[in-house]
């Protein structure tokens, strides 16, 4: 709660510059509040990280739903995904999973390990 004046306007200007998320700030504050989703801070941003449970398999996948940088272009997803690997790791949870619209990020991160799991395509009617 302490830091929402500084990630709610993040998490503001998220949904500005991709008006595909379907979500709205509140809905972030309120996931973040009731410990449906966590906070993470850090010195060049945040993450905000949830869990997906495959409703087949049952296999948990640790989301990260949202991450903001006060710079781009610094690649703090790979200085930070060692953590998150850990701690999704030591939760018994079996992927780390992140899902962007900058396509920039395919190749930061298959160089660094992670495959491509779906490409989505969608088209409104």
Do not use: C
């Amino acid at each position: 709660r302490k830091d929402w004046d500084s990630v709610g306007p993040a998490v503001n200007r998220l949904i500005q510059d991709y008006p595909q998320l379907s979500f709205r700030s509140e809905d972030v504050y309120a996931a973040v509040v009731s410990g449906e989703a966590i906070y993470w801070k850090a010195p060049e941003g945040f993450v905000i990280s949830t869990v997906e449970v495959d409703e087949f398999s049952g296999e948990k996948t640790f989301l990260i739903w949202l991450a903001w940088s006060h710079k781009r272009g610094k690649k703090n997803v790979l200085k930070y995904y060692p953590f998150f690997q850990k701690t999704a790791k030591e939760v018994g949870m079996e992927a780390i999973e992140v899902r962007t619209p900058l396509p920039e990020m395919r190749q930061i991160l298959v160089s660094a390990g992670w495959k491509v799991d779906t490409v989505v395509y969608r088209l409104e009617v």
